[in-house]
């Protein structure tokens, strides 16, 4: 049985018969933090959060680390400062200057977008972890499997690409161990070292920190700390060039809140309500990643008079809660004004989840929040984003089967400011 939770307290199910074979099966998911169930779980993402807050998240030294990012990304979109401005293709640099940030934290590494070897495993990453395709619906619709072309080919692709992101996790894992040093850790893999080595010396049990476990626990950092933020980025500047009034009216508030002399903060965003509601529309109009992580049912349990077996499997289907009308009047209209008070007071919706809820919330939440604002504030204060003449503009997604909603291709006119 596969069931999608669609409302917050009305369930649509989807009921599917699947053969025994189909839960023997191994899952092609591995045991990192985003996947993982079970006390493991709870022990690597609880360990996983507080190291990464002793790293800088929450601190004021992550706005540093950022606004670093973000000053080395705004050389590249505009490396001359031409006032007549520059056509980009808003891709690679933003990936690249939104995972560098989780990646110095997780890895000490840092990495520019014309690194080719880099940008391949990013790639690798995001087309293997993403939390929803056809072929996960499929293991429970055996019967279908015939009739979706190329399905064998992709199970075979998804291999691949999983033996290809491990051994490159594990190259990084291997050259931290022989380089760690136990009284200062550098980065997030060094704790992880650091934790096994302290509980085998102990005689416990340290299976939840062994190197498969640590290896799929930097990929699903990679993805919840970094490929939401740059597909964030990538929409909200789409839709600032498709809505030039309020891209003007974001940058009277960033004007008039940071000024022209100063670099945006962390701080700022509680006087910039206007820039958090476009955000906050973007990410319920867009909803960035339409369907939640699956949670298993553990027991049998009742909920709105439908029966829920143990082991059913359950998916919050957030664009259903982020597109219903009981939910946000009018929901296929882009209107940042749902978010604020008549006096210009933020909101704050419970029914807006773009970072998944309850427990198995997005684990690099706060980063993800902060790095998009940060960019957002940063680059407008910098730059204003038009249309190209003759170019076309499309607010639809993506086709593409996994998980993440994505824009199409585009390009825009980045003109400075001259702020700084």
Not at 44 to 49: A, D, H, V, W
Not at 141 to 166: A, M, N, T
Not at 311 to 333: L, S, W
Not at 371 to 385: D, E, P
Request: net charge neutral; charged share 25%; with cysteine.
């Amino acid at each position: 049985m596969v069931l999608f939770v669609a409302l917050l307290f009305t369930v649509l199910v989807l009921i599917v018969t699947y053969v025994h074979n189909s839960i023997k099966r191994p899952s092609t998911y591995p045991p990192g933090i985003i996947f993982s169930n079970g006390e493991d779980w709870k022990i690597r993402r609880r360990f996983t959060l507080r190291n990464l807050r002793d790293f800088g998240f929450g601190k004021s030294s992550m706005d540093d680390l950022i606004l670093e990012e973000l000053k080395q990304l705004a050389k590249i979109l505009n490396p001359s400062n031409d006032p007549a401005g520059r056509l980009v293709e808003l891709d690679g640099s933003l990936n690249a200057a939104v995972t560098n940030v989780i990646w110095w934290i997780a890895a000490s590494k840092r990495v520019d977008n014309e690194n080719p070897e880099f940008q391949d495993i990013l790639e690798t990453i995001s087309e293997f972890i993403l939390p929803f395709d056809m072929s996960k619906l499929l293991t429970f619709l055996p019967s279908w499997r015939p009739f979706v072309p190329g399905f064998l080919i992709r199970q075979e692709d998804r291999l691949k690409r999983r033996e290809k992101i491990y051994s490159y996790m594990q190259g990084l894992i291997d050259e931290h161990r022989r380089t760690v040093d136990p009284s200062e850790p550098r980065d997030l893999i060094d704790c992880y070292i650091i934790e096994e080595k302290r509980l085998k010396d102990a005689g416990k049990d340290s299976s939840t920190f062994q190197d498969d476990s640590v290896a799929w626990s930097l990929a699903d950092i990679f993805i919840a700390g970094a490929e939401t933020t740059s597909t964030t980025l990538r929409w909200f500047f789409l839709y600032m060039v498709v809505y030039p009034k309020i891209q003007s009216r974001i940058q009277e508030e960033i004007d008039n809140v940071v000024g022209k002399d100063r670099l945006p903060n962390s701080e700022d965003r509680v006087r910039m309500p206007y820039t958090e509601a476009v955000l906050w529309e973007i990410w319920r109009h867009k909803t960035i990643v339409p369907l939640g992580v699956d949670r298993r049912a553990s027991k049998d349990v009742e909920f709105a008079g439908y029966q829920i077996p143990k082991g059913t499997i359950m998916t919050t289907m957030i664009y259903a809660i982020h597109h219903d009308p009981d939910n946000f009047e009018h929901p296929e209209v882009f209107n940042p004004d749902r978010f604020l008070t008549e006096s210009g007071q933020l909101i704050k919706n419970p029914k807006i989840m773009p970072f998944q809820a309850g427990r198995r919330q997005c684990l690099g939440e706060n980063l993800a929040r902060l790095n998009a604002f940060l960019g957002v504030v940063y680059l407008l204060q910098v730059f204003r984003f038009e249309k190209e003449p003759g170019h076309e503009y499309t607010l639809e997604s993506k086709p593409r089967t996994e998980g993440i909603n994505v824009p199409m291709p585009y390009k825009c006119r980045i003109i400075p400011r001259n702020v700084h």
